[in-house]
């Protein structure tokens, strides 16, 4: 039986944003749509990686629970459309468990970076979700279109900017690196097993 692991990712995420955005958050944050949903700053110090708790040897757990923190609804929406996307086909050519070990890998590599060059608080998935994308594109490198798609998806995780929000360009930069380090050793296998 095959593990669907992109749903269980996404399930992980919606249960989080569930709980922590829409019943115990703030319906509106302020008069801007896309803010709407907003974790409320309690529970973002708890679950989101905070620097200076971490380096006080206080919720280390941070580390893991930051990639399913997210600060509002087009936060959440951008991250999960992107992990749908690209962790549903990334799973057609592996398997379930390669995809989860994609996101824990790069997302743990970016709270890490983080945590040494990065901001005091860092939270969402899209660390990770550059690291399924950039070694689903690693892996697809020669096919149709796989270059367009990872185009389009720097664009789509990037258009926030364009609204004032935000971007933690560090945990995106370490997930593009790790996830194309986790391509390559891919491909080596595949082929290896050829």
């Known amino acids: ?18 709980i922590l955005n829409m ?16 974790i409320k700053s309690d529970y973002l110090f708890q ?13 280390l757990y941070q580390l893991i629970t930051k990639m399913f923190v997210h600060i509002a609804i087009l936060h959440f929406l951008l991250n999960m459309i992107s992990l749908w996307f690209y962790g549903i086909r990334l799973e057609k050519s592996s398997s379930g468990l390669f995809v989860i070990l994609v996101f824990l890998i790069t997302g743990i590599s970016t709270s890490i970076t983080n945590l040494f060059l990065g901001t005091i608080v860092s939270a969402g998935a899209s660390g990770a979700i550059f690291g399924i994308v950039t070694t689903f594109t690693v892996l697809n490198w020669n096919k149709k279109n796989t270059k367009i798609l990872f185009l389009a998806f720097i664009i789509f995780i990037h258009s926030p900017a364009i609204l004032g929000s935000s971007i933690n360009y560090l945990s995106h930069f370490t997930g593009l690196a790790c996830g194309a380090i986790l391509g390559i050793l891919k491909m080596q296998s595949i082929d290896k097993n050829k």
Do not use: H, K
């Open 23 to 38: 019943i115990l958050g703030s319906t509106v944050c302020g008069d801007i749509p896309w803010r709407m949903f907003c």
């Open 1 to 18: 039986m095959r593990i669907p692991g992109t749903y269980i990712l996404l399930g992980i995420n919606f249960l989080f944003f569930i």
């Open 47 to 59: 679950f989101a990686q905070v620097n200076q708790l971490i380096f006080a040897g206080e919720n």
